[in-house]
């Protein structure tokens, strides 16, 4: 979800009003390597193992984060010692303005000033669906082609001492060109633009008037391509820095404080299981209420909390956090579909969909009122109306996470975060294998890894039943590192997407169909020609159902016949509104050229 307020100013939490098979990360140690190693896996003595394996970890390469905010290096801790390999890097420079000069201010004044700007044009604008609490309107204007943007460039990451002085030797980062996947390049995902917010037009899509601006530029590289290239943390090492191609002889330095003996492993992963038993066959009776508890570990195995308790959403964003458990964030950083770092929303959710013979899109939309209402889960998808059932649970419950932002007191933020909830199959739920998953993020010592875990539970019979999704199997692209088991969620199985990613009353773009398309459209790194269907998508039936926002995704325009009869394109990600997932017509377009097919 990218519920958020304007990045980078002071939390203002009314402006919450403006925006609104089985797979896990793997741990950094197997059972194999532990016991290779003499460490005690003693399930018995949680602590112990984890110290144990701890101090048998610090030879395993761990993804390093590293961020910039406006040319200061943000401080981060990390385990004294440990090996790594960079698997993330974010740089920001931004400005506020009072004029509407685009993006231009960045080109004459902070951080970026001094990088070529030439070429540089708006590429998408979007408009915030809610209205500011004050009654005005949020755009977005998205920018790009810029020099910097396009060209290829490189970062070194060197350690230094207290004083300065090198430590080990140079870690150098190839950032790779806008338009071409080249082998030398470090990162899968690379993103570079610049965003201009202005947050008191009058009217939705109008800003005529409008006096309350900020611009930012973005370098977004992550999910390593080569995570051999590793480095050791020193014991003299201070402090990294990073200098960038582009900005030769400024350096950037981000202070690092080493810890010598963490109280968790690095890695993650979650365990998800049904506390109420299935019947005397194995499966849940349709109507049946069940009962899941989530258990979320460490690469160790260590719990990271309490047996059946999370920390509050107040222990998370403002501390203690010390095992790194991550909730939704975009209250404080906002996030975009490929615009805007959405590796940072940091979401914790479980959903439920089946059953796996049905899975399928879901176009009906949610309403931002189902996410306040004390319900702990918010069903998505109904059998009689979408065609599968699907119900989402977030942690904490959306009432106290979303409420708590509208709450001036934010006394949801404070409430107890169970670690068990309660998903109800309906009594027309059809039989067969239904997925449960929850994903997550842990940020811990400079790792900032995700996790997602499906279990199967049977409905109605104890016969299972399998996926036939239209679209796949993706591993022709997405291989290795860029497999989808380590890209954003950390899920691997596409059946368990569509349950949480239906259509919001405050977030058209959350369908799975329509960041996909989005995002490929506008990275100009897929590797095939964007109107050749057939690469993703396995039948010609699976391209005929014609809607605003199966096009629009994808296309940036329409010919004025079609803006004349469906209205002009509003939105960058659906093309409209709510209308935008209704079929068009059935008159035309029932083939696409150059589909493949």
């Known amino acids: 979800m990218g519920v958020a307020k304007m990045p980078a100013r002071d939390f203002d939490f009314a402006l919450f009003r403006l925006h609104p098979t089985e797979s896990f990360t793997a741990a950094c140690l197997s059972l194999a390597s532990l016991l290779a190693s003499g460490c005690s896996t003693d399930a018995g003595e949680p602590q112990l193992a984890s110290a144990q394996a701890a101090s048998c970890a610090t030879d395993t390469p761990v993804g390093l984060a590293l961020e910039v905010d406006n040319g200061t290096g943000q401080p981060g801790r990390v385990r004294a010692g440990q ?32 990088l070529a700007w030439s070429s540089v044009h708006l590429q998408d604008q979007d408009f915030l669906i809610l209205a500011n609490p004050d009654g005005s309107f949020t755009r977005r204007r998205f920018y790009r082609g810029a020099g910097w943007m396009t060209r290829a460039s490189s970062f070194t990451l060197r350690q230094i001492d207290a004083h300065g002085h090198a ?32 947050s008191d037009c009058h009217v939705r899509f ?37 200098t960038w191609s582009l900005r030769p002889g400024h350096p950037y330095t981000l202070p690092v404080a080493q810890v010598a003996a963490p109280s968790y492993a690095y890695g993650f992963q979650i365990d998800v299981a049904p506390v109420t038993p299935p019947g005397p066959d194995g499966s849940y009776e349709p109507g049946a209420a ?30 203690p956090n010390q095992a790194g458990v991550q909730y939704y964030r975009a209250f404080f950083d906002a996030t975009i579909t490929y ?21 399928q899109p879901i176009r009906s939309f949610n309403e931002l009122e189902s996410f306040l209402t004390p319900d702990d889960v918010q069903t998505t998808g109904l059998p009689e109306r979408d065609g599968v059932f699907a119900q989402v649970h977030m942690f904490p419950t959306a009432h106290d996470l979303f409420g708590g932002a509208f709450d001036p007191a934010h006394a949801g933020w404070a409430a ?49 039943t399998t996926a036939n999704l239209s679209t796949g199997p993706c591993t022709t692209c997405h291989t ?19 349950g949480c990613h239906a259509p919001l009353s405050f977030e058209h773009d959350a369908p799975i169909s329509v960041r996909v398309h989005f995002i490929h459209s506008r990275s100009g790194r897929f590797g095939a020609p964007l109107d050749r269907c057939s690469k993703c998508h396995l039948s010609e039936a699976s391209i005929q159902r ?34 935008s997932f209704d079929v068009c017509t059935n008159a035309c377009h029932q083939t696409h050229p150059h589909d493949g097919f």
């Not at 201010?105 to 970026?112: Q, T």
């Not at 615009?339 to 899975?359: F, L, N, V, W």
């Open 83 to 114: 090996t790594f390999y960079v698997n993330q890097l974010d740089l920001r420079a931004s400005l506020d303005a009072t004029t509407d000069e685009g993006i231009s201010g960045l080109s004459h004044a902070g951080d970026f000033a001094s």
């Open 167 to 198: 430590t080990a030797p140079a870690v150098v980062l190839q950032a790779g060109e806008e338009d071409k996947r080249a082998a030398s390049d470090d990162f899968f995902v690379r993103r570079m633009r610049a965003i201009q917010w202005t």
């Open 206 to 242: 109008d800003c005529t008037g409008a006096s309350a601006f900020q611009e930012e530029a973005l370098v977004e590289l992550r999910n390593s391509m080569h995570d051999s290239k590793t480095f050791v943390i020193r014991p003299d090492t201070a402090a990294f820095t990073l």
């Open 290 to 319: 069940i009962d899941f508890e989530v258990t979320l570990r460490d690469g160790a195995g260590q719990p990271l909390h309490p047996p059946g308790q999370l920390p509050t959403y107040n222990d998370v964003v403002f501390g």
């Open 339 to 359: 615009y805007r770092r959405k590796h940072r929303e940091r979401m914790m959710m479980a959903q439920i969909i089946g059953p796996t013979s049905d899975i």
């Open 416 to 464: 107890p975060v169970p670690a068990t909830w309660t998903f109800t199959v309906p009594e027309n739920a059809a039989p067969g294998t239904y997925l449960v998953t929850v994903k997550g993020r842990r940020v811990y010592l400079g790792e900032d890894i995700p996790a997602t875990r499906t279990i199967e539970i049977q409905v109605g019979t104890p016969t299972p």
């Open 480 to 498: 290795g590192a860029s497999s989808l088991g380590k890209l954003l969620h950390g899920n691997a199985n596409r059946a368990a997407c569509n």
């Open 546 to 579: 014609t809607s605003k926002s199966a096009c629009l995704s994808c296309h940036t325009s329409y010919p004025a016949s079609h803006v004349a009869q469906f209205g002009p394109i509003e939105s960058p990600f659906v093309g409209g509104g709510r209308e």
